[in-house]
Every structure is written in structure tokens, then in C-alpha cells.
């Protein structure tokens, strides 16, 4: 019996063509609280972003955010705060400098800019009523100093990707969303590892889990719950290891998906 359902946002309840939250999504996901299951979600997102399903009238009892980073729940009350290391942060800002690779750091109020690159503007521009990220010179504020971040995002190609990983193995990763964007987390942290330790908290077990998503963040999620779901619009590989794949966002993927499975 599935007790709780889980989404991703972009992509996944988020269409970033239309730059909207698909109709029938939000319709679905009333009727999920209506009939007693809870309602989270686990973004890339920082939570101040992830608030924006709030304006829809939507309130996710928990959200996941910032790949796994940090859980809080509706009241923001944080529950989990996985942060990145000052020394890690400066060696990444040292290695992405030195390589020309774009840096952001994600923080539960802001997202700030280290290194700009012209990706972080289409990254934005998916978004209404997000706002820019603020540009941080690292030498004069050094936010990291104060609190670390949780998370952030790197700009380059898949070979400078690729060099990254391998030259900070054991200590935190990225991984490729649209092939010149990537997410970066901590080594051992991710949306799955997030949901393991909210999950433990809930003492619900992961087969009470249902879980949506369109890219690869989130593979270890759909991998890792009683019914992973992949969206029309997924690549394949998630498509692969999903149980049941869905329409494609922009065709009613969430509502059509929670119909098969009786929850609404």
C-alpha cells in the first residue's frame, strides 16, 4: 500500500517549455492529501524555489531539496542539512577556475554565482518569479566561510565533467543533466539518500513509496522505492530501470500514472 508519493519538479510536475506547473498534475496531487497520502517532493531546487508549488496551492508535507542536501518539512522546519566543507569548497573553486568550468553554490535563502558562464542564464530563464542567482566574488564575501552550501551546479562539457569526477572521487560528484549543465553534490548524498533518512524518521519502509522523475538525478530514486515511475519525456536509461513509464509531462504523465495505479 503506498502511504507516500513523491515528485520531482522540473520536468516532472514543472513543464519548463510552457514554463508552468501542468494543470493536471496539480489536480492529481490534491486528490493524493484528499485521500490521506502524503505529498513530498525532491528537487534540485533550494527550498525558496521550491516553494513556488505553494502559489499553486499545493503544500508538500515534505520537500527533499537540493538533491538530498536538505529535508525540511512544511512548516521549514529543517529535518536533514547535508553541507559542503569550506576546504571543499575552495578546492572545487580553485580546480573550476583553473579549468574554466562555471560554478554555483546552492544555500536554503540564495544561490549564489562563483564563476558566471552563460549556462546559468538558461538555467534561470526556464523559471518564472525564481529571480537570478546573485553573483558572489569569492575573494570579498566568501559566503562559504559562514555556512557551507548544500550543493550547487557546474557549467561545462561532458569531457570537463568527466575529468571533474574522476578528480574528486570519494568527495563529491556531478551528475549531467543536459549535457553543458550538472548537479554537483557531496559524495554519498543524493535525492534517494534524502528519502532513506526522512523514510527511516516516518518509520515508512520504501515499498510504501511511490516516486516520479525525469532525469538521471533521479535514477537511485526510482530505483530505490516500491514503484518508480519515469516520465514520457525521460531519456532512456531511466525509462529502463523505471516499473512503469508514463506519459510525457505536457500529456497528463502524473494524473494518468496515479489513475493506473488506483491512488486517485
Avoid at 522523475?213 to 522505492?225: F, K, M, T
Wanted: charged fraction near 30%; aromatic fraction near 10%.
Amino acid at each position: 500500500m503506498i502511504k507516500l508519493a513523491l515528485f520531482d519538479i522540473d520536468g516532472t510536475l514543472y513543464d519548463e517549455k510552457r514554463k508552468e506547473f501542468t494543470r493536471s498534475a496539480l489536480e492529481a496531487l490534491r486528490c493524493l492529501i484528499k485521500n490521506g497520502i502524503i505529498v513530498a517532493v525532491a528537487t534540485g531546487r533550494t527550498p525558496r524555489n521550491a516553494l513556488a508549488l505553494k502559489q499553486e496551492g499545493i503544500d508538500p508535507e515534505y520537500l527533499i531539496c537540493c538533491n538530498g542536501h536538505l529535508v525540511v518539512d512544511r512548516r521549514g522546519d529543517c529535518i536533514i542539512n547535508e553541507a559542503f566543507s569550506a576546504n571543499l569548497v575552495q578546492d572545487v573553486y580553485d580546480y573550476c577556475k583553473q579549468k574554466g568550468i562555471g560554478l554555483l553554490w546552492k544555500y536554503p535563502d540564495k544561490t549564489y554565482i562563483y564563476i558566471n558562464n552563460p549556462g546559468f542564464d538558461m538555467l534561470f530563464s526556464k523559471y518564472k518569479n525564481t529571480g537570478k542567482p546573485d553573483f558572489l566574488d569569492f575573494e570579498d564575501k566568501e559566503r562559504h566561510l559562514l555556512s557551507g552550501p548544500n550543493g550547487g551546479c557546474l557549467a561545462c562539457d561532458r569531457e570537463k565533467l568527466r575529468m571533474f569526477n574522476r578528480d574528486f572521487e570519494g568527495r563529491c560528484y556531478a551528475v549531467d543533466i543536459n549535457g553543458c549543465l550538472s548537479d554537483l553534490l557531496l559524495w554519498n548524498v543524493s535525492k534517494k539518500t534524502g528519502l532513506e533518512k526522512l523514510l527511516s524518521r516516518l518509520f515508512l519502509s520504501p515499498n510504501e513509496c511511490m516516486a516520479f522523475g525525469d532525469n538521471l538525478n533521479d535514477l537511485e530514486l526510482i530505483q530505490y522505492v516500491g514503484i518508480g515511475v519515469a516520465m514520457g519525456n525521460s531519456p532512456e536509461k531511466l525509462k529502463k530501470y523505471s516499473d512503469y513509464v508514463t506519459s510525457d509531462i505536457a500529456e497528463d504523465g502524473i494524473k494518468k500514472a496515479l489513475l493506473h495505479f488506483k491512488l486517485i
